[in-house]
């Protein structure tokens, strides 16, 4: 299982992920360019000790990592508030790309075009959404619960 940020916005979320990621050895996909200066130390900070820790492999824009997911046979599942599945009923792979926004913004159409799945965490009535790092947990948790792939 793997994770992709489309164009974050705030380096405690990326960090957030990245500790996460590095917990479970989900690889994380950086989509630039960040709201934010993206680098070694800013993630050091963002992360702690964990960030350095983690898979990261930076993409420079979309086209770059949308021919990097073909190439490799990826399926792309994209957390959104506007998904058509929700979580609990949707059926992960091993090897699928866990895909979210940025929390300013989301995705653009041409995103949620090209993607093989949209996925809806389902919450209470009247709330808008979560923070992306903890969808990004819940995401991951019930993507590794279903394809056993948390850490022996």
Avoid at 42 to 53: E, Q, T
Avoid at 121 to 142: C, K, Y
């Amino acid at each position: 299982m793997e994770i992709a940020l489309f164009q974050p916005d705030i380096a405690g979320n990326v960090g957030t992920i990245l500790r996460t990621a590095a917990c479970f050895a989900a690889p994380v996909h950086i989509i630039e360019p960040c709201g934010f200066p993206f680098g070694n130390a800013a993630l050091k900070r963002a992360g702690m000790d964990y960030a350095v820790r983690a898979n990261v492999r930076r993409h420079p824009g979309w086209d770059a990592f949308r021919t990097w997911s073909q190439i490799g046979g990826q399926r792309l599942v994209l957390l959104s508030t506007a998904g058509a599945t929700p979580l609990p009923d949707f059926d992960f792979d091993q090897g699928d790309v866990l895909l979210l926004g940025s929390e300013s913004a989301g995705v653009p159409h041409h995103v949620h075009e090209a993607v093989a799945a949209r996925v809806v965490i389902p919450m209470q009535p009247g709330f808008r959404s979560l923070n992306v790092a903890v969808a990004a947990g819940i995401a991951l948790a019930e993507a590794l619960r279903q394809t056993k792939g948390f850490p022996a």
